[in-house]
């Protein structure tokens, strides 16, 4: 199983990246610090992960702008791979946008419990 973890604070991604390798030990995390470093790996052609966990609120390209780079591009396949928001936000017009948006399989409040991700196990 791939996981790339996008979020812009540090911290967030090193308990998030700790717990994902202590709950599954195969996993390969990757974690970007900026969504556009994402886009570019994309652009690159490394390989695809099975899951994205998306933050929102991001400076330089937040969450949204990165979701709308990312389906105008037509040479990813983005078919196998699964792209869960992970934010603190609490703004109904998120929750919204996410539920509407055919890329997004789901919204996750911050931060990352083992009940939050046992459909990863499936």
């Known amino acids: ?9 540090d911290i967030t991604n090193m308990l998030h990246q700790f ?16 969504a556009e ?5 994309i652009t690159l052609n490394e390989p695809l992960p099975d899951y994205i966990f998306l933050d929102i609120n991001m400076p330089v390209m937040d969450g949204w ?9 037509t040479t990813a396949n983005l078919n196998n791979v699964n ?5 603190s936000s609490l703004d109904p017009s998120d929750f919204s946008k996410a539920e509407f948006s055919p890329l997004i399989k789901g919204f996750i409040s911050k931060p990352l419990e083992i009940e939050k991700v046992e459909f990863l196990k499936n």
Not at 1 to 8: C, F, P, T
């Open 65 to 73: 702008e990165f979701m709308d780079d990312l389906s105008k591009m």
């Open 19 to 34: 717990f994902l390798e202590e709950y599954f030990p195969d996993a390969s995390i990757v974690v970007f610090s900026q």
């Open 83 to 87: 792209i869960y928001i992970l934010t």
């Open 1 to 9: 199983m791939n996981i790339w973890l996008i979020d812009d604070d």
């Open 37 to 41: 470093l994402a886009l570019k790996a």
